[in-house]
């Protein structure tokens, strides 16, 4: 389904958000946003690995196989590596998704005939920036609070 509606730009005001509440706050976005995107990648850093739970080290090893960049390591000997951009044509590396690029230093996400990403995470959730619809934003805001999210402003 696209979703031709305009599209505001919103900062998630992540002062105040320990990690955890961070990385939740992305997956809320990505889970509102899901019906309307076409690719996304993301950058799989290997810091902390002995930290991920075992449902992110299996999201590690699907990214990975699916991954458009060839030559890099498998889960378990991570350092850094990056998926190129992905098709989400397959639901479960959608999942995959989902649940690493909180972790990521850069994963962004496309809508379809959209050349700007619709979600651009940094930094471990540190930055947490989306392009979302009045709808979006009110769902977003249903689980976040309305305080969370603030309009970008460019420059």
């Known amino acids: ?9 919103l900062l998630v005001d992540t002062d105040e958000l320990d990690e955890v509440q961070r990385r939740d706050a992305c997956r809320v976005i990505l889970s509102v946003v899901g019906f309307n995107v076409a ?7 290997g810091v902390d690995r002995e930290l991920w739970t075992v ?3 299996a999201a590690v090893t699907r990214l990975l196989e699916a991954r458009t960049t060839k030559g890099q ?12 951009v992905l098709k989400n044509t397959d639901a479960d590396l959608w999942a995959a998704f989902r649940i690493m690029a909180p972790r990521s230093y ?14 651009y995470l940094s930094d471990e959730s540190q930055s947490i920036f989306a392009r979302l619809t009045s709808r979006q934003q ?3 805001e249903q689980s976040l609070g309305n305080t969370r999210l603030k309009p ?3 420059g």
Do not use: K
Not at 73 to 84: C, S, V, W
């Open 55 to 57: 449902a992110e080290r």
């Open 152 to 154: 970008y402003q460019h």
């Open 106 to 119: 850069d994963a962004s996400v496309w809508a379809a005939g959209d050349g700007d990403p619709i979600v």
């Open 138 to 140: 009110w769902l977003v």
């Open 39 to 45: 690719e996304f990648e993301t950058d799989i850093p």
């Open 1 to 9: 389904m696209i979703d031709r509606e305009l599209r505001r730009a």
């Open 73 to 84: 390591p498998r889960a378990q000997e991570l350092e850094y590596a990056q998926t190129g």
